[in-house]
DNA sequence: ATAGGGTTAG
């Protein structure tokens, strides 16, 4: 914190020197009080003299601004007469909880005094003009808030460090930045950190800086600590506003405690005294959280008090009516909202044709959400990757690879190199009916257009070979993707296992599971079931017993597929006694 | 020319 500014010549006004001044002569009386109290901590010292600090420099260009600071710092100086117990006789005593409370009042004051510093350091910072170094912290304002804006927190917090020690301070909204960066990447426990330090040496915290750090609980599920620092609020001062309201609204929805929503907006329209309907925002997410708990009745209520109200309806709003409508698979409501939006002025966007055609796709009307894709286009709203993800998954979903396939190829000639999910599918679509020809070659063009395969791209193609019964190709794509330096995971083995057992290789499959568990992976259900079939195909069925009683003894969740497979088994050898009684088992098994 | 709130696929 030594140096503020390298320039020493003084100016004739209340300029930016005269500032820099004074703060480098409080910062040094505050490593005088920091002295001072180490001292004591020592020797255990507590009556010294007040008037004992020196204020080095006394050039200073007297100015009014000058005076202001002046002042200021008085108002922070320590005054050790104050910090003393009410007990007269501790001196000699030495009594312990004096001393602590000395030394207590002592690191009080001298936080207090560099918060003051530092707020009016940025106060500085935004008041002076034409100084260049403060063009350049400027500069490293802008620069933290990008770098916040582009996930890269730490480089921001390191230059937030390098600023501190430069004795120049962020302001408010740079700090909210670092605070939403930090939140948004579900560093929490920095998040408080540095609430804590802004409550304690400035920038103070305002609304957004609580806004922020609750939402940042939200984000990562914890809405009982967003309700507890919500509650805290008004210790500290600050009135939390309607943003604050939509945070923890949203948040209640998504648990499905819409309840609780009304009662917290209730009560917050209550404290503002706006008996007034909530506001716009307010309304959406009430209503999409009505929609998504099935409760249609209580959204459109909301929808059409809206409407009644004459509020000014946007296009989010009709986004999640329309939205509402197609999870009800009210399609021809969806259509007929999407047409009244267009009628009153409002442009669709990106959601509200990805929207439409998710509800079009899942009632298998690809035509249909081909043509809305077409039209986007025209409506001046470019299709994203999520329009695109959307009809090639539904097409896939729905068995028409075929066109599927084409509409890669439509992205291809326009350009557009899909993620690698979209190339997945497809690949994964050709390898489950059998056509091993065409799910390679798709691979291959992935490649050739720079999108590296995954692990689930090899999944799909070990699918692909264990359907035709090809082990052998199986087992070496195993080997290609460790040489690609992918890693195989639960479903790699598993379908490995699985061709192995089929095939009756049931010493391979069990090495197969071997390596899987050094692999670090922990076999699931499939697992088990496979290595089931395989012992019982050769017979083994008291090593498929064994297996049945370890899924039971890990508490794996267990579906009909095992019990299936044994019941058989028993069948075929006779045991119609052992089959009927796993029968039994498996009527109580969720008793 | 300032930070914080609502909608789409896995």
Known sequence: MALLIGCGESSSSASPIVLIRYLNRAVDSFKHDIAHIFANIFCCKT????????CGNEDLQPSSFE????????????RAQNWCSKQKDFDDERDPYAVFNVLDTMLKDSLERLKMMRESISLAEIGIRGCTLEVKYAEHVYIIRDLCLVGKVEAALWL?????RKGVVPDVSSYNYLLNGLCK????EQADWLIREMVEMGPSPNCATYNTFIKGYCLINNVDKALYIFSTMANTGIRPNKVTCNILVHALCKKGLLDDAGKILGEILEEENDKATPDLITSTILMDGYFKNGDMVQALSLWNEMVQKNTQIDVVAYNVLIHGFCLSRHMRLAYRHFCEMLKRGLLPDAFTCNILITGLCNDGKFDEALYIHGVMARMEVAPDPISYNIIIRGLCAYGDVVRAHEFLLYMLENSIVPEPQIWNLIIDCYGRCGDLGNAFSIRDQMTAFGVLPNTFTYNALVHAQVKGGNIAGAYSLKKEMILCGLYPDVVTYNLLIGAACTLGHIRLALQLHDELLTSGYDPDIITYTELIRGHCMRGNVKEAEELFAKIEKAGLPMDHIPFKILIKTYCKMREFDM???LY???????K
């Open 67 to 78: 005076n202001l600071m002046t002042a200021m710092g008085e108002q922070y100086q320590l």
């Open 47 to 54: 009556n010294f003299d007040s008037n004992s600090r020196t």
């Open 579 to 581: 089959s009927f009684d």
């Open 185 to 188: 990447t579900g560093n929490l």
């Open 160 to 164: 937030r460090r390098k600023m501190i």
């Open 584 to 590: 039994q088992k498996y009527l109580n098994k969720d």
